[in-house]
């Protein structure tokens, strides 16, 4: 599954970003080190963090970024395509000798190849000793407690440790509070997706569609807030499907949460993803209207341009639906940057399907947007579709996608220089003291001169030079007052 980060790594101003920030371990030698592996989609990054606060607070582990000196290695995993899930198993083979190394070394993995391949990572990789799915990560103590018990056993005493079972939203009830790193942070709103496409192995891995509460929403939102963040990323597979129950036993929608959000003191700014273009509603398309903390930028994917390749993808809904509902939404934004995902090389789709996808691309002016070439997965309906397709034509129909999406992209970073951006300032520049890195509404890093205590306070930047697809330079025009 895609990161959705829509930063490359090789850029210097996200490099300075990464997700898990080394601690400082050479005092720490006593204490016990977990490493993750992530891969895959926002959902897993939450995921991550979350797992390491969990065995933070129960076990007193501590993140190490390097492998060779951790006692536990937990591999978060993806099995959107058939490349991600190979992946698994090759980066386990590494470390399989470290374990040869150190034999009490902890091998656990979780995340949607766990949920869909259970008890066979075991068959395949004998030395996991634990594997569960991502409802399950919040037993994650209990899991490494009889672990523990197990190590000291005989071997033919041992069971197998597999916990992939969807126990409804209980795992929201028993993580603790989220760590605040910096002024941005992710909150999970629901899990998993009912919408059943029929390429896609979600429903399957991760389960249906589940909201958390409304108020667990609300008092975490407002727990960050109080503890400086400033910006909101709401997460789930399909966050328009939000449907939350409200303390009175009501539903709550996404737009009505998202109106909810606004109103808590301190959130500046407003992202989600990723939402369903069926469920794009007019309340939501309104809450742009009537919201300033939501940002110009807009993942919404489609996957193809096609409503030949729509429909065989069960996606329930054709290319006039999202062109009208986005239409709608940049007559209230005029400045909404769009991005998406598209699947290449569909069982069936034509030349002309094909054409279709590219002139939608084309009409729809997307920026930084996901593409890849269709990936059979066991046990989705797809999957019994014949493949025709050659693997040149696919490859040159993705370049082709590339190539446009790459040019709007670079085309709509050029067009932000003299204009004026809204910038929430995250940090120091790690290169000189007196630069400040700051990210756009269309998630561009913006670096200009300032001072460091300005650090997570919003401020308007007249763009002056572009660096990079992804990093421009400016000038500040106006510091905004801390929001909280
Ligand atoms: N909830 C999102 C999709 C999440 S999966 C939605 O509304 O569409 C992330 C992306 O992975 C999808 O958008 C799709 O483009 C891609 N993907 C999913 N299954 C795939 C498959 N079998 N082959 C290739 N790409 C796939
Ligand atoms: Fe997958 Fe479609 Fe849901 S792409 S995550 S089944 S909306």
Redesign the pocket.
Known sequence: ??VQTFIPSRDEAASENTVHQPLNTSDLSSVKKLYIETQG?QMNEYDSHRMADLLGDSHGYILTQDPKEADILLMNTCS??EKAQEKVFSELGRWRKLKQQNPDLVIGVGGCVASQEGDNIQKRAPYVDMVFGPQTLHRLPQLLDQHEDQHKKPKKEKIKLVDISFPDIEKFDFLPEPRVEGHKAFVSIMEG?S?Y?S????PYTRGEEVSRPLDDVLAEIASLAERGVREVSLLG??VNGYRGETFEGDVCTFAELLRLVAEIPGIGRIRYT???PLEFSEALIECYRDLPQMVSHLHL?V?SGSNDVLQAMKRNHTIDVYINKMEKLRKIRPDMHLSS???IGFPGETDENFAETLQFIKDLDFDHS?S??????PG?P?SELEDTIPETVKKERLAQVQKIIKRSSIDKTDAMKNTIQRVLIEKVSDRDPHLLVGTADNTRYVTFVGDASWVGRFAEIEITEIKTLNLVYGELLNLEPDVA
């Open positions: 599954m895609t989609c959107i395509r997706c919408k496409c390429f896609c192995v979600v597979q399909n990723t939402s369903h994917p996957q995902d598209f699947i996901y890849f070439i269709y990936s059979k997965r989705t797809a």
